[in-house]
Every structure is written in C-alpha cells, then in structure tokens.
C-alpha cells in the first residue's frame, strides 16, 4: 500500500501543469532561422528623397575640404533640410506581412559622420562611420490584425551606431549598409524584436546627382576627404536573424489570457496538497 500512494505521488501532475504550459507557450519565441528580411520600402515616385551634404568650405557640391558628411531624407526633390519623403512600406514577415504591405508611409532618416575621410579600393569608393536612425510611421489610418491603428503610428525604427555608404568610383549609385560589429536596434508599434540578433539594413541610392568620388579634386589616389555632396532615390530593406522574435504585440485578449494562466498557476501551488506517504 505504502508503495502505491508512493508511485501515485510520483507520477506528474498534467492538470495542474496546464495553465503554465499555456502562459509558456504564449511567451516563447519560435525557433531560429537564418538571417531573413523583416521589411523594405520603396520610393514613393521618381523624385529624389535621400541628400548628402560634405561640410566643407566653398560649393556644397564641390567642398575642397570636408572630411564630415550628413545623409538625410527629403520631403522634395530640392530641399536643403531634413523631411521625410514618401514611400510604400512593407513587412515580409508573418504575422505582420499579410496586413502590412505596400503601406504608404513617411519615411525619416538621418545619419552623420565626423573626421572620416572616404577611401578607395580596388575601384570603389566607400563613406564609413555613419551613425544614425530611419523610421517609417504610417501616413493614414490602417487596420492590422483586428486592430484600427492611426496615421502617425511607427512602424519600424531603427537607431544603428556604424554604416557605410559606397558604390563604384565615380558610379551615378551607391548602397548605404550597417557595417558588421555595429550595433543595430529595431522598434515598432506593432512588433517586438526583443529576443532578435543579427538586424542589419541595406539600403540602394539611385540616380546620384553628382558622381561618387570624394569631395576636392575627388582622384582615386586623393581620398582624403568626405564624399561630395548629391541627390538621391532611396529605396532598401532591413533584416534580422531571428525571425521568431517578430511577433505582433499582444492584444489585450491574450495578455488577459497570460494574468489569468499565472493566477491559476498560483493559486494551485498554494492550495496544493502535501504528499501523502504511508509507512508501515
């Protein structure tokens, strides 16, 4: 006898485990997956969004001596200032990406590099040391997942600490890319990339205004300055590694479905009954 209520103490207990496997399972992210997109945006029409300006003295197009450059988005195709510019902005991953696509939205960036001359290689010309943010935020009211969501919403930001801006030697398009061992950081109204790794971006320049070479006499073998100032269109992508941990937020129903599951798991090991051995 001793040794059945022994063996019926022993076995586990899956009624009392349910409520935790709910909350845990609500809770956990997927798996992890190869690095993957997470989004990309593309211009909004032909006119160019993306401006690069080399600090130094005389013509903004022809700096003799800038060795600092600022990248930033327009509203127009000949503004001077910071503004954002219109685009389409998509997620590509689930759950997101069946509600999110194609959505216009403002696109903001803004990103500088101090004391960094471009350098040449091999025929390309590259702008390092750029660090700043880009964010999209929805340009009307939009539903996703249930959910009316207003104009103004953001829809993805990203702060990075070290990009590169480079292209070939006198090219009419250039790439702005995070570099590797910089830090990348994702967040949005709608996602949580809390437990992600590996967020990077890419993003493509097009029809450069003026040649990509360094401000100056810009000759392949006198780099010693920042990239000469242009135009641009501004399209790209942005990616992380982990695709699990892009998940919507939760919605009120599933955080009332979490408190609820922990109450339960509370109360039953409160309440729970010491074990019962028999000995004799």
């Avoid at 009419?172 to 992600?196: I, K, N, Q, Y």
């Avoid at 780099?223 to 790209?236: D, M, N, Q, V």
């Amino acid at each position: 006898m001793g040794r059945s209520n022994r063996r019926e103490n022993a076995m586990p207990n899956f009624r009392r485990r349910t409520p935790f496997a709910i909350a845990a399972l609500l809770l956990v992210a997927a798996p992890a997956t190869a690095a993957t997109s997470l989004a990309n945006f593309t211009a909004g029409g032909a006119t160019n969004n993306i401006r690069l300006v080399n600090n130094g003295t005389g013509s903004p197009d022809s700096a003799s001596s800038g060795t600092s450059v600022r990248l930033y988005s327009t509203t127009t195709g000949s503004s001077n200032t910071r503004g954002v510019a219109a685009v389409n902005f998509s997620f590509l991953t689930a759950p997101l990406s069946t509600s999110i696509a194609s959505l216009p939205a403002w696109f903001e960036l803004d990103a500088s590099a101090t004391a960094t001359p471009a350098t040449v290689y091999a025929g390309t010309i590259a702008q390092a040391g750029l660090a700043g943010y880009f964010v999209f935020t929805a340009r009307s009211a939009f539903v996703s997942g249930g959910t009316n969501y207003a104009a103004g919403t953001q829809l993805l930001r990203a702060d990075f600490t070290a990009a590169s801006l480079s292209g070939a030697f006198g090219g009419s398009s250039a790439t702005l890319a995070s570099t590797p061992g910089g830090d990348v950081t994702l967040v949005s109204d709608l996602a949580s990339f809390g437990f992600a790794d590996g967020e990077g971006f890419s993003f493509a320049l097009t029809g450069l205004t003026n040649s990509l070479i360094a401000a100056g006499s810009g000759t392949v073998g006198d780099p010693y300055r920042a990239l000469r100032s242009f135009r641009a269109i501004g399209s790209g992508e942005v990616e992380a590694d982990r695709t699990g941990a892009v998940s919507a937020v939760p919605e009120p129903e599933t955080w009332a479905l979490l408190i609820a599951g922990f109450v339960m798991i509370g109360y039953q090991q409160r309440h729970r009954r010491r074990p019962n051995y028999v000995t004799g």
